[in-house]
Nanobody, 115 residues
């Protein structure tokens, strides 16, 4: 079993920034891919950004140029830096990874963008 602990969510004004963290209970060195997802009210959960073992990234068109995914292998932690936040970014954000065919999700952290 892998435990994922998220932090960094909260309330921010439009144009502001937040940095989400997802700490894993095991090494993430050998994980081929892990990422951030979000689910807005009335919407299906969607991929926000993905990072591979080698450090390559991919992200949704809606967040390109504003969000950055990264990881710190030594800390077993993945990050999502969110800049220029918009109201439509409001959602519950989840971290996810897969190990040996099993999928693990974080508990979710609320991000609310409002003035």
């Amino acid at each position: 079993q892998v435990q994922l602990v998220e932090s960094g969510g909260g309330l921010v004004q439009p144009g502001g920034s937040l940095r989400l963290s997802c700490a894993a209970s095991r090494s993430i060195f050998s994980i081929n891919a892990m990422g951030w997802y979000r689910q807005a009210p009335g919407k299906q959960r969607e991929l926000v950004a993905l990072i591979t073992r080698g450090g390559s990234i991919d992200c949704a068109d809606s967040v390109k140029g504003r969000f950055t995914i990264s990881k710190d292998i030594a800390k077993n932690t993945m990050y999502l830096q969110m800049n220029s936040l918009k109201a439509e970014d409001t959602a519950v954000y989840y971290c996810k990874l897969s190990v040996d065919g099993s999928v693990y999700w974080g508990q979710g952290t609320q991000v609310t963008v409002s003035s």
